[in-house]
């Protein structure tokens, strides 16, 4: 006996850019498995509002930003907690992001200097216009209240 066998078929249709060689657009989605490794503590730290830099137990290099080893001598690092007042060293405003930050736009992403730091930390500063910003505008930490364990579970406000 001879079935009859037919995929279900959906009403949704496919965006062509391009004819000649085809370019369409489609949707994909995946879930990756990721892990934080040696800077675990740091994405737990901004879980429990605090900021966490690392610092060379040889050379005592400070970084705003979770480092397993000296980027100076090479040595071991330990984690000590950034202050949460800092300045803008420098920002742009962006105009374009991606996905998680399109409604955004736009956005002003800073480099945020601590006293006693030897290095800067990225982040989005929120709650002031691209022309209010400025070189050494003192800043605050804020941090999410539902953690996600992502850099942006922490961000800047104008102090």
Known sequence: MDKHYQLPETQDGTV??????IIQKYHYEIDYL????????????????????????????????????CMECGGKTEWFELPREGRVHTFTTCHF???????????????VEFDGVDTLFLSRLVGAEPEEVYIGMPVWARFIRNSKFKPTDVYFVPR
């Open 16 to 21: 062509l850019f391009n004819t000649d060689p």
């Open 34 to 69: 990721h892990s934080y490794a040696q800077d675990s503590p740091f994405f737990v730290g901004l879980s429990q509002g605090k900021l966490l830099g690392s610092h060379c137990t040889s050379c005592g290099r400070r970084f705003a930003t979770p480092r397993g080893i």
């Open 97 to 111: 992001g991606g996905e998680a930050f399109l409604k955004e736009t736009p956005f002003t992403l800073i480099l």
